[in-house]
């Protein structure tokens, strides 16, 4: 090997080493404080927010949420309306949340039993950034195609996934068994829901399983 490469790819470990210390760290403080974490990825649209206003709503307990986006506050006042403590973090340019974000915030949630975070609407890089949660979950809309499972596998890793807008499946031409299928074949732990988030079809499925 290069020393070039050598070097290259001591940084590389070295990057992902930091991103899983954060992120240890992250889980340890949360779980000491007995609370359940959540970490929601998925697209631009894919019906992030009103899934976590449902599932606030569906929950009894005190609810904390980290509402990530690139500059506006649009979420964080609409998942307000739930009861939920919210607090936004501007990423401005960034495509995704890193621990030190979540790590720098956790002191605003010492006295909820839930934590939810809402990470930049984008399938591809918030993968890489392990935020500690206890789950990972991926919101994936029917409106996004019959593919989108399938062209993001590393996304589909190590979470569970929510089908989402199955109200429009038969519009939409894309068949929500379909998509569970290819998430299964990428990664057969997965558990997989399917739901309307707008009338809260299917989330109290999604609840008990995530405060089981
Ligand atoms: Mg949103
Ligand atoms: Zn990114």
Redesign the pocket.
């Known amino acids: 090997m290069k020393k070039k490469e050598k070097i290259l790819i001591s940084v590389e470990k070295s990057l992902l080493d930091s991103k899983r210390e954060v992120s240890l760290k992250i889980n340890k403080k949360l779980r000491s404080r007995n609370i359940k974490s959540f970490d929601v990825m998925g697209s631009v649209g894919a019906g992030k927010t009103t899934l976590i206003k449902r599932i606030v709503e569906s929950l009894n307990n005190r609810v904390g949420v980290i509402a990530a986006d690139l500059t506006t506050t649009i979420d964080k006042e609409r998942i307000e309306e739930s009861g939920a403590k919210v607090v936004q973090i501007n990423t401005v340019k960034?495509?995704?949340l890193d621990g030190n974000l979540i790590l720098e915030n956790l002191e605003n949630f010492k006295d909820v039993d839930v934590l939810l975070i809402e990470n930049v609407g984008?399938l591809i890089?918030?993968a890489e950034f392990p935020l500690g949660c206890d789950k990972r979950i991926v919101v994936i809309s029917v409106t996004e195609g019959p593919y989108t499972v399938k062209k993001h596998p590393y996304t589909i890793i190590g979470v569970d996934v929510v089908v989402n807008k199955i109200d429009l499946a038969q519009r939409m031409e894309v068949f929500p068994e379909e998509l569970k299928k290819d998430v299964l074949m990428i990664n057969p732990k997965a558990k997989v829901f399917l739901t309307n988030a707008k009338n809260g079809d299917g989330v109290d499925e999604l609840v008990s399983y995530l405060m089981g």
């Open positions: 960034m495509c995704h984008n890089c918030p």
